[in-house]
């Protein structure tokens, strides 16, 4: 019997849209001050594209609609310096920058935003994940279009005259020497508008030649300072320098700032010997509006210590060099909770606080400055030195911090949450989503060891006959079929179909760009975006922290390989006991990519826990610290 086209249309199109609206997924995640961060070679056909015509969106499943939400581009250069390029057009090395409360639900193939000149392009779907509970997604999705303006509202403001920045919940100060002098908590933020601070401090001390010194921030020059107030965050390129006698040292600070936190952290630099420096501090003083506040910290969350200006005895030890701190106030005008990655500097390495407001010192034979000169005080100044009594402090160093501005009174458990959430950043999934007869919901290239996997998954074909793939050494240049035969279709179907194409004919070194072509079985040929592939040679030996992590029950660990030898790869326990040998091999050079599933050699399950995964060939080692959650 002979079909009816349109019917037949009619009803495969509701029959599509149902199956995708049943699989559409609610926004569960539940990080809703964080941000996103992702750099643009994740969003390879929009390369080229100027940052005006690209666009952040985020669907309703339940009203089925779709809002503009605030975002931003940020031009990087491949050092990472954001002060560099500014030609505003998207390459491999920008930054967009969303906040994960504004991602939405998943939307289905067939809903597209309501402009005619972004359906002209494809767009891509960024799914994302809680690292720390992996059930918990949201979701967003970027356009181009070239009708389209951008609506939504900043989220924060830098005011050059005064040197404030200022969000609906908070607003801080900073001073010629570039650090943090005034801050404020607003009602809107769960605050009383009061300012907490007194100054940020930064504190060396030591022996240069036979002369001894104490350093602090009033002995920095600031030499420079450049600023980019965006809609999600504001950054601030600070360039200071340190002079100690004819030894000069400069460094560039980088400060991002969101409508809920800060993040602060600069180029490694190098303690030289020279320098002579044998006590280290970094703090943040709090003024007389900090009194009947609250402290806690990593090691001192039982009983913590109220905040009156007379010291308390508190548990200064911290955790060992690379892993991260927690400090929190907390009281009526706000709390702030302050996260640091400890450096591998000095033989000791201890919380500093200072609550004292009678002997006017900084409780470690430091000068002291800041507000009420000459009769200073110190009101909870909290933070971490560095120490090495009987020589110099050396080796490489960042000055890094990030900290969250929060509601009233908040509790223990929320800044050991958001510690948790430090050392367990969001992931994030990139799809294709094409309007076409053939809807890809993604194509991929990965490159491998003396080849490039290319795979793409569709999630409907209508009278799909099959697959050609075309390759070229230029996104604009002339493209060759590298197929031999069709690659069959699923004819028509509204179900996921994956498909998978290797290319072996690839040199080191160079990029390719593929273009995949679905054929009906009317002989149309259809060719979606191009997609670039680099197939580049290790310059080094790495291994990747594995992913998912945590994970369970199985997770995937990447490794490059500068050069060929023998190569081992072992899953090693708390005890340092060896749990299982994944590779123990003569391997080339090249990237690789293997599979750990949580079992032991004897092939049976292991428990949940903290393992490690090492790297041994030639004369390089390195491991990677991974999660094991049942």
């Known amino acids: 019997m002979k079909k009816n086209p349109f019917i037949f249309t009619c009803l495969l199109f509701f029959s599509i849209l149902y199956t995708y609206q049943a699989a559409a997924q609610f926004d569960n995640l539940d990080r809703d001050i964080e941000a996103i961060t992702m750099t ?5 056909i929009f390369n080229g594209v100027p940052f005006d015509q690209l666009f952040l969106y985020a669907f309703d499943k339940t009203t089925n609609s779709w809002t503009q939400i605030p975002f931003q581009f940020d031009d990087v250069d491949d050092q990472e310096h954001y002060f560099v390029e500014t030609d505003q057009i998207l390459d ?9 409360r504004d991602a939405g639900d998943s939307s ?5 935003i309501a402009d005619i000149s972004s359906q002209g392009y494809n767009r891509y779907e960024i799914k994302i994940t809680d690292s720390v509970d992996p059930s ?21 403001s830098y005011n050059h005259t005064t040197n404030q920045i200022t969000s609906s919940c908070y607003q801080l100060g900073l001073n010629s020497d570039g650090t943090l002098t005034d801050l404020m908590i607003t009602a809107a933020g769960g605050g009383n508008g009061v300012d907490i601070i007194d100054r940020e401090k930064i504190r060396s001390s030591g022996q240069y030649n036979t002369y001894s010194y104490n350093f602090t921030e009033e002995d920095m020059t600031l030499n420079n300072v450049q600023i980019k107030d965006g809609t ?58 900090a009194s009947a506040m609250t402290f806690y910290s990593t090691n001192n969350a039982v009983t913590g210590a109220t905040i009156d200006g007379t010291n308390d005895a508190v548990d200064t030890s911290l955790p060992a060099p690379g892993t991260s701190v927690w400090s929190m106030v907390t009281g009526t005008p706000g709390s702030v909770i302050q996260l640091v990655n400890l450096p591998d500097l000095g033989i000791t390495q201890s919380l500093y606080y200072h609550d004292d407001n009678s002997s006017h010192n900084s409780g470690d034979g430091m ?3 800041g507000d009420n000169a000459p009769n200073y005080e110190s009101w909870g100044d909290i933070g971490v030195s560095f120490e090495n009594a009987s020589s110099p402090i050396t080796g490489l160093y960042e000055i890094g911090y990030t900290r969250f501005f929060m509601p009233a009174n908040q509790t223990v458990a929320t800044a050991e949450e958001m510690a948790i959430f430090y050392d367990n950043p969001m992931s994030t999934d990139v799809t294709l989503l094409e309007p076409y007869p053939v809807e890809l919901s993604s194509f991929t290239a990965t490159a491998l060891n003396n080849a490039i996997a290319l795979q793409w998954t569709t999630r409907s074909e209508t009278e799909n006959y099959g697959y050609y793939i075309y390759r070229s050494d230029e996104l604009n240049g002339r493209y060759e079929r590298i197929t031999v035969q069709i690659i069959p279709g699923a004819g028509d179907s509204d179900s996921e179909h994956t498909y998978e194409f290797i290319d072996y004919d690839v040199e080191p070194g160079k990029t390719y760009y593929y273009k995949l072509a679905d054929i009906s079985f009317a002989g149309e040929l259809t060719f979606h975006q191009a997609l670039r592939a ?37 899953i090693y326990n708390l005890k340092g006991e060896k749990i299982t040998t994944l590779r123990s091999e003569h391997l080339s050079s090249g990237k690789y990519r293997i599979e750990w599933k949580g079992v032991n050699d004897m092939g049976y399950p292991v428990p949940s826990g903290i393992y490690f995964c090492s790297l041994v060939i030639n004369d390089f080692q390195k491991s990677i610290k991974m999660t094991l959650m049942k």
């Open 534 to 570: 680099d197939y580049a040679v290790p310059q080094d030996y790495e291994l990747r922290q594995n992913y998912p992590n945590p994970f369970n029950p199985s997770t995937t660990i990447e490794f490059s390989l500068e050069k060929a030898g023998f190569a081992s790869i072992v």
């Open 92 to 100: 491999d090395y920008d930054e967009l920058t969303f906040m994960a």
């Open 367 to 369: 000068p002291e400055t």
């Open 40 to 44: 643009a070679d994740q969003f390879p």
């Open 136 to 156: 918990r997604f949201a979701w967003v999705y970027l356009y181009r279009s070239a009708t389209l303006t951008y609506v939504a509202d900043d989220l924060l």
């Open 232 to 289: 999600v965050r504001v950054l601030r390129q600070v360039d200071i320098s340190f002079s100690l006698f004819d030894q000069v040292a400069e460094k560039d600070i980088t400060e991002k700032y969101y409508d809920r936190f800060s993040i602060t952290g600069g180029s490694y630099g190098h303690i030289l010997a020279d320098y002579g420096i044998h006590y280290l501090r970094q703090s943040l003083d709090l003024n007389g509006n």
């Open 108 to 112: 289905t193939v067939a809903s597209w």
